[in-house]
């Protein structure tokens, strides 16, 4: 892992939320692959890791930190309505979106760092019901 994120205008050096050896979860096409000491690895930016967990073993979301301004947010399950004819509809779906926006906060990360290196602390907590922008969600198990 590197040192951290600097910002080029003020110098400032955002601190690096993973160290090596850390077990993260990105994202599916994030990342480049690498092959380092005959074996491959994958190069990614901080602000591709979703979540990191407290030892290898864990991979469990209870477990896991959220990281910088990003949000774990449980999502209901769409549930299916019925007609008297038998088509089946989804209460939040139309013909294009299939996908629910609304879920409740699970976890909440500190926050980001502005400019000047201060921290500028999350707006949501964990109980929050929320709606975020259609299809902006990574999914995660």
């Known amino acids: 892992a590197g040192p951290g994120r600097t910002n080029l205008e003020t110098g400032y050096q955002s601190p690096m939320p993973v160290s090596a050896g850390e077990k993260v979860l ?3 096409y994030d990342g480049t692959e690498v092959t380092y ?3 491959k ?8 890791v979703l979540v990191k967990f407290p030892s290898l073993e864990s991979s469990d979301l209870d477990d ?8 774990l947010v449980k999502v209901p399950k769409i ?3 019925k007609s008297s004819s ?3 509809f989804a209460k939040t779906s139309s013909a294009k979106k299939t ?3 609304v879920g409740e906060v699970v976890k909440v990360g500190p926050g980001r760092y502005a400019y000047n290196g201060v921290l500028m602390e999350m707006d949501v907590s964990p109980g929050d019901n929320i709606k975020y922008r259609d299809f902006a969600a990574q999914e995660v198990e």
């Open 37 to 39: 000491n005959g074996a």
């Open 99 to 101: 996908k629910s926006s």
């Open 64 to 71: 896991a930190d959220v990281l910088w301004d990003a949000v």
């Open 41 to 48: 690895h994958t190069l990614i930016r901080d602000d591709d």
């Open 26 to 28: 990105f994202g599916k």
């Open 86 to 88: 038998g088509i089946l």
């Open 79 to 81: 549930e299916e309505e």
